[in-house]
């Protein structure tokens, strides 16, 4: 049987895994990374092969979460090949009187939108976005660090007394679908911030889902939805390029099927096919929390307690991806004064919160929340000029017990279903674009089952490594008792969306993964100086608060 040897296997090329490889290597230690694809990215890819003129995304696309992540911002990717591309506007959200509301990257240009849908709104919005100026970073900062987040927790507690104590913490929890409502006579804020809140998979009108709202409108308001110039895949080549040049190893087409154990401290890994490779100092799983729990690790290698709560372990909805090459921009029927990269489809915050119910309740939504990406808009590499890459995604439930939208979908996501829910999608699109069919060159469908077949940690479609809901986060993530990359396995780490925070393309758990592992007693005389590095301590770059 042939054999390796190094210091770490990291299981998985996906953004967490890179970002742990490349904190590892740049520690000194000898780190191989293992990718079951051909490719690595995990979710953060991008083909040719909707149609070769087009570049599509072939799952995530905007990276909020990466520009404002010390995680990935700290690596210097620039250096690697990566370039971020930015829309005219950073995200526009369409009424059904033919008027936009639109958020940029300047808070005046976002205030002139909300002004023209409510009076004096723009000057309400500045206002929201100054707070935000002075808790944003603290809170990114206690999200993302490892729980419990003491220094950041700190430093967020104190920050938000300058803006208002409990007051500010109660806009935190309040429902995205009330959030905001909240002194704005227009419709246009309450839009943004819900529509941004239906991102993750909390229900719109559940306390706390005004967090993810909050947070994502902020990112985009300071930071704006990059993406990187040329395709996604440019982001996971940069990291594999940092990787290597440090002295890394990735091997694609390299499934692992087992983590090794000996004396019950994980040793090494096996790939299908036999091949054994070695692990001096740890495992790192960027692998979803319900594949290494009792797939890549047997059950009766598992404590009893982790087994019995992993059986409660609960995923983040299905989804479907549509994929449009247009030979023209999209027809929208009132086009936006400025064009913006993302576009929300949904008629108001009351049909928002009806779809994220709808999924809650295990039915196929009627009128899903649609999120569109105009990425010629936002990129112009992406496709000849004068014409468009465009693509949109929805949530369906993991599994279904009715189609509220009256098609008789069942959940098996054939091909049928597939098509017939992304026709759906089509004619909610072309409620604000009705010319859009004389504009598509050619269409694909990805449903629950063709996402996971191109990325395993997609589970039935689920693209977070797991709910984003409360009683799955924090010390809870994945399950009761295992909030921090550790595992009840010594030597084993997990580095996926699974591990705290949570999803996103930040990175966060694949330096808190390496972290964890820097941290073990035996590295620590080696590595002290990079254990800083692992914990997130900045580097110099630009304030998140800055536009890019």
């Known amino acids: 049987m042939v054999a390796t040897e190094h210091d770490v ?14 904190l590892l290597a740049e520690a000194g230690l000898d780190v191989i990374v293992l990718e079951a694809q051909a490719e690595v990215g995990g979710a953060v890819r991008s083909a040719r092969d909707v149609h070769p003129d087009y570049v599509h995304d072939t799952f995530s696309s905007f990276y909020p979460l990466a520009a404002a992540s010390d995680a990935i911002g700290g ?63 603290a809170i990114v900062d206690a999200l993302t660090t490892p729980f419990p987040p003491v220094r950041a927790g700190a430093r967020a507690l104190w920050a938000l007394r300058s803006v208002g104590g409990l007051d500010y913490v109660r806009r935190l929890l309040e429902p995205a679908s009330s959030l905001g409502r909240d002194g704005f006579r227009g419709p246009g804020a309450a839009l943004l911030l819900a529509g941004n809140a239906g991102h993750a998979d909390i229900p719109t009108d559940a306390a706390g889902s005004g967090l993810m709202g909050l947070l994502m409108t902020m990112l985009g308001q300071t930071v704006g939805f ?16 940092r990787f290597t040049s440090l002295g890394g190893e990735v091997r694609t087409s390299s499934r692992v099927d087992r983590v090794l154990l000996r004396g019950g401290r994980a040793v090494g ?67 936006p004064e400025t064009a913006p990269g993302t576009v929300h489809i949904a008629d108001s915050v009351s049909a928002i919160a009806e779809a994220t119910a709808q999924i809650t309740a295990y039915a196929v939504p009627a009128e899903p929340l649609l999120i569109v990406g105009q990425m010629t808009t936002a990129d112009p590499t992406r496709s000849p000029e004068g014409t468009e890459a465009l693509w949109a995604y929805a949530h369906v ?33 072309e409620s604000y674009a009705p010319d859009l069919a004389s504009r598509v060159v050619t269409r694909r469908a990805l449903g629950p089952h063709d996402l996971e077949e191109r990325d395993a940690n997609l589970v039935g479609g689920a693209i977070n490594g797991g709910t984003s809901a409360i009683h799955q986060q924090l010390v809870f993530r994945p399950v009761p008792g295992n909030g921090r990359a550790t595992t009840p396995v ?45 914990r997130g301590v900045r580097t110099s770059r630009p304030s998140r608060r800055s536009p890019r």
């Open 9 to 22: 296997a990291v299981v998985g090329a996906g953004p967490n895994g890179l970002v742990a490889a490349n």
């Open 75 to 137: 690596l210097g990717l620039e250096a690697y090949g990566l370039e971020w591309s930015h829309a005219p506007a950073v995200l526009g959200h369409p009424l059904p009187d033919g008027e936009w509301a639109l958020l940029h990257r300047d808070v005046d240009a976002t205030a002139r939108s909300l002004d023209a849908l409510g009076a004096g709104d723009g000057d309400r919005w500045r206002a929201w976005v100054d707070d935000w100026g002075h808790v944003g970073d």
């Open 226 to 241: 990059p993406v990187p110039r040329g395709g996604a895949g440019r982001l996971a080549a940069a990291l594999e390029s």
């Open 269 to 335: 890994v096996r790939i299908a096919g036999g091949e054994v490779v070695h692990a001096r100092r740890a495992v790192v799983a960027d692998v979803v929390a319900s594949s290494l729990y009792g797939g890549l690790l047997a059950e009766d290698e598992l404590p009893a307690r982790l087994l019995r709560r992993m059986r409660s372990f609960e995923l983040d909805p299905g989804t479907v991806k549509v994929d449009w090459a247009l030979d023209g921009p999209v027809p929208w029927s009132s086009f």
């Open 397 to 429: 439930p993991q599994r279904v017990r009715h189609d509220a939208g009256g098609d008789g979908i069942t959940g098996r996501w054939d091909r049928d279903e597939v098509e017939r829910f992304a026709d759906r999608m089509q004619r909610r699109l």
């Open 490 to 534: 010594p030597g084993l780490f997990l580095a996926s969306a699974s591990a705290h925070p949570g999803g996103g393309v930040h990175g966060a758990p694949g330096a808190n993964a390496a972290r964890a592992v820097l941290a073990e007693p035996g590295l620590l005389r080696r590595t002290r100086p990079l254990v800083a590095r692992a």
